[in-house]
Each structure stands twice: as C-alpha cells, then as structure tokens.
C-alpha cells in the first residue's frame, strides 16, 4: 500500500509509539504526510519516527503544555497541522478500585482528548481547517465489565466529540470518534483469556487503520464509526430520547 493521498498533509498522531498509534502513524506517512509521532515512550516513538521520516516529539497528554508543544513542533518542523489522531489511551489493568490508577486512566483518556483537542484547534483553524480524529472505543458504546472505569473514559470520549463538533464546523474543522472493539494490541494483553474463554474476534491493527482512512475520505463529522470484525466500519446510529427531537 502506498500513493500520495495525504501528500502535504501534516499530522499529528499522540500515542504513537506502538499499537494502533504506530499504525496509523506508518499508514499517513505511507500516503506521503508529515507525522509528528507523539507519545510518554521516548525509545519506541523515537524509532517509529525514524522509521517514517517524521519527528518525534515526547508527549504527556495529560498536560495541556504537551499538547500545545506537540502543536509548536508540527509548526515549527512542517509549517502547520491538518490532521490530528488523539489517539493516547491506557486502561486499568488490575482487579479492584485504585483511586491513583483511576485520576490516571480519567487524565489519560478524557483529559488527553480535551487538552488535545483545545491545543489542535488553533493550528487548523490557521489551515482553514482540518480532521481530528479521536480514538474512542467500543467500550464508550455497549457496557465494559472488564475495565468500567475505561469504558466510563470512552463514554464520555464519545459524547464530548459529539457535543464538540458542532462548535467548530465553521472554522473547517472535523472531529470523528472511532470506536473499535478488542484490537490485537497491548491493550488488551489483561483481557486475553476472558477473550477467548468468550470466543470473541480479536480485531487486527490493519483493520483499525483501515476504518481510520475510511472516516478521512469521508465528509463525517461528530460521528462515532464503529469498529468490529466482519463489517465495514460506519457511523454509530443513536437514538433519540423522547422529547428530544432536532436537539442533535
């Protein structure tokens, strides 16, 4: 795979030193972007850089002034930002409630898009616009008995990216969740055995890409795209309360 689809494009891709960050990171640069490869991992995010042809940039997206010198980075380097993957993401791993593990999963997940969001949006706003896609999950729609508080970050993920996008549809922006279900990534390395004692599909990173791509090409905005083996990703279809007709 290859061409130039996103010949001078430049993007940026938090948590991207491996997993599904790394792929969609590999895929824009495939199609001829400039990626700022953003991520906590020094080492690994460093190589995928590398590997690529971009700039590695260390990145806490739990901190608003990482988020804003990803940006600067993706300026100063490439001279601007059109498209942002917010794509950072961790989950508890462990049984039981733990309030320091909890603040981190919320800061990460939640945190990390808002921070994210507020610091992209100046930079496309000066391109005339441009694609924020943030990596949500099937957690944040259908209940998450093996992580809650995971599942309770991607819920609110998903509403904030719908409540978000009308704002900023006329400045030329477009912000898209995700949402796939279980991908062969370590993110999912304490769940295998319950995976397969249900004899769930397992999603590849390829598959995730692809959906990625999909949502790009397309003119969707504040849409949740599912994510899940056998079908092709398209938008979630929500329902409308009762007496809440035209709120949406």
């Not at 739990?62 to 993957?85: M, Q, S």
């Not at 924020?132 to 809650?148: H, I």
């Amino acid at each position: 795979m290859g061409g130039n689809e996103y010949h001078g494009k430049v993007a940026l891709v938090t948590g991207a030193a491996n997993g599904l960050g790394a792929g969609i990171a590999r895929r824009l640069a495939d199609g001829g972007a400039r990626v700022v490869v953003a991520d906590v991992d020094t080492a690994l995010a460093q190589a995928v850089a590398d590997e690529i042809g971009g700039v590695f940039v260390e990145c806490d997206v739990r901190d608003p002034d990482h988020n804003r010198a990803a940006v600067e980075v993706a300026t100063a380097e490439f001279g601007g930002l059109d498209v942002a993957c917010l794509n950072a993401g961790v989950v508890t791993g462990a049984a039981g409630f733990d309030a320091a593990r909890y603040r981190e999963v919320v800061a990460t997940n939640l945190d990390g898009v808002v921070h994210g969001i507020e610091a992209v949006r100046p930079a496309l706003r000066a391109r005339g616009g441009g694609d924020v896609v943030v990596m949500a999950s099937m957690a944040g729609l259908v209940p998450m008995p093996f992580d809650p508080v995971y599942g309770a970050t991607k819920a609110a993920v998903v509403n904030y990216v719908r409540s978000c996008a009308p704002l900023v549809a006329s400045e030329g922006i477009r912000i898209t969740a995700l949402c796939p279900g279980f991908t062969d990534t370590a993110i999912i390395d304490g769940f295998r055995d319950v995976i397969r004692e249900l004899d769930l599909a397992v999603l590849d990173v390829s598959d995730v890409v692809t959906a990625f791509e999909s949502v790009l090409a397309s003119s969707s905005a504040g849409e949740c795209w599912y994510v899940v083996p056998g079908q092709p990703s398209a938008p979630m279809a929500f329902a409308t309360p009762p007496g809440m007709a035209g709120a949406n």
